[in-house]
């Protein structure tokens, strides 16, 4: 099926470790997203990306690092988790231009509890 | 910077009932406004959008929502609600499309709507 694809879907980390979530969409759209999601915060945006090749940080960038080799996958990197990454975290892309006819299609999520 | 609203954390309705969640915006320029549903551990499914044209817009399950420039709002609604409409309910603003920051969406904290039996 079409959409938008985060793996894993649960993690559990201890505090310094790293991992990487991943995230893959099969709609050709070029631009990509990751959000978190906090209780009474809505989502955050952390890093997006408007093509292969180009990344640019948003609201809540710090611990976290993204690339875009591909227009395919858009993974999440944590480099030393820490407590406060404990979130549900958020994968979504949308196409450029007049394309975008419903905002943004989102994975399913990715729930990481750092300990 | 952009920014979203949600002033109700959240809103009880009897089913049948009608329902109004609220939303109220800052961007400049003119807004792309969105609604998204969420139900519990699920991803966020979009409702409905307004980019331009009339004020009143439709959207899927039945909901609609009224934009209003002057009062910056744009409030969710629907006529009779159901138990199953009970999820929670974000509200989100991306800026006119001419630079790529300005496509990103800024989310409000989302209003949890419950519907009574």
């Known amino acids: 099926n079409a959409g938008v694809t985060q793996t894993p879907k649960f993690q559990v980390l201890k505090t310094g470790q790293s991992m990487t979530l991943q995230c893959a969409q099969d709609?050709?759209?070029?631009?990509m997203s990751w959000y978190r999601q906090d209780p009474g915060m809505g989502l955050r945006l952390i890093h997006y990306?408007?093509?292969?090749?180009?990344?640019d940080q948003g609201e809540v960038p710090n611990g976290y690092n993204v690339s875009r080799s591909t227009t395919e996958d858009f993974p999440l990197r944590l480099l030393s988790a820490a407590p406060s990454q404990t979130s549900v975290y958020f994968c979504?892309?949308?196409?450029?231009?007049?394309?975008?006819?419903?905002?943004?299609?989102f994975g399913s999520g990715t729930r990481l509890t750092v300990v | 910077a952009q920014s979203v609203a949600q002033p109700e954390d959240q809103v009880n309705v009897a089913e049948g009932n009608p329902l109004t969640v609220k939303c109220t915006y800052s961007?400049?320029?003119?807004?792309?406004l969105f609604w998204y549903v969420q139900y519990p551990n699920r991803g966020l499914q979009f409702l409905l959008k307004?980019?331009?044209?009339?004020?009143l817009v439709k959207g899927s399950y039945g909901f609609e929502a009224e934009f209003n420039k002057s009062q910056t709002s744009f409030h969710l609604k629907k006529p009779s609600a159901l138990v199953s409409d009970s999820a929670l309910y974000f509200c989100?603003?991306?800026?006119?499309?001419?630079?790529?920051?300005?496509?990103?969406?800024?989310f409000g904290s989302g209003t949890q709507l419950t519907v009574l039996p």
């Open positions: 961007v400049s320029g003119n807004p792309y």
């Open positions: 979504a892309s949308t196409p450029a231009g007049g394309r975008a006819v419903n905002g943004y299609t």
């Open positions: 990306s408007v093509g292969a090749g180009i990344t």
């Open positions: 989100a603003v991306r800026g006119p499309v001419r630079s790529g920051s300005a496509r990103q969406l800024t």
């Open positions: 709609m050709n759209h070029e631009y």
């Open positions: 307004y980019i331009t044209g009339d004020n």
